[in-house]
Every structure is written in C-alpha cells, then in structure tokens.
C-alpha cells in the first residue's frame, strides 16, 4: 500500500500482519480471544509510535529510529493466525 510506495518498511511489515489477523476476524475465520487482542492493542500502539517517530524525525530532519521489537511483534501476529491453523494471506505476505 501508500507505506511501500513512501519505502516505510516497518510501517508496511507491521500493518499488513496486523491487516491479515483483522480481516480474518472480520470474515469470521479468527475470533479474537485475549492473546490476540492483545496483540492487535500493541500493534496499534507500536504503530501510533512509529509514525510519530516518522513525523519528529521529518520535523528535526534526523533518520528515523527502526524499531527494536518489531520482528517479534508481527510473529506474535502470525502466532495468533497459527493458534487457529491458519497461515498469512499470500497477498499481504508478498507485499512486504
């Protein structure tokens, strides 16, 4: 999406992982139990700080920070479509 065409890399990884376990849920094939709620809330708060992140480092002209713990928190993501026998959407997986 607009996170791969900006080259937002982290941004995109985390979005389309936590896109994936969203639309699942929404088509009834995930019911979003307390692990993956869980999940959902930090993935909302790691992204909420990313893009502040982004928009501190636009304003100072400074590289952005990546992230330390986002590759663990996307395979907690997985995790959770894993709990329930089901993998990432070929789609959003390509897309990263």
């Known amino acids: 999406g607009v996170a791969g065409f900006l080259n937002l890399k982290q941004v995109g ?3 389309h ?7 699942l849920a929404r ?3 995930v019911v979003l139990g307390k692990t993956s709620t869980d ?4 993935s909302i708060n790691v992204m909420k ?3 502040r992140s982004l928009i501190d480092a ?17 395979e907690r993501n997985k995790m959770c479509l894993n709990e329930h026998g ?7 997986a390509g897309a990263v």
């Open 27 to 29: 088509k009834g094939q």
């Open 49 to 51: 700080r990313m893009l």
């Open 13 to 15: 990884a985390l979005a």
């Open 17 to 23: 992982s936590s896109e994936n376990l969203l639309d």
């Open 39 to 42: 999940v959902i809330f930090e």
């Open 86 to 92: 089901l993998r990432e959407s070929p789609v959003l």
């Open 58 to 74: 636009i304003g100072s002209s400074e590289p952005v920070n990546p992230y330390p713990y986002l590759d663990e928190l996307i």
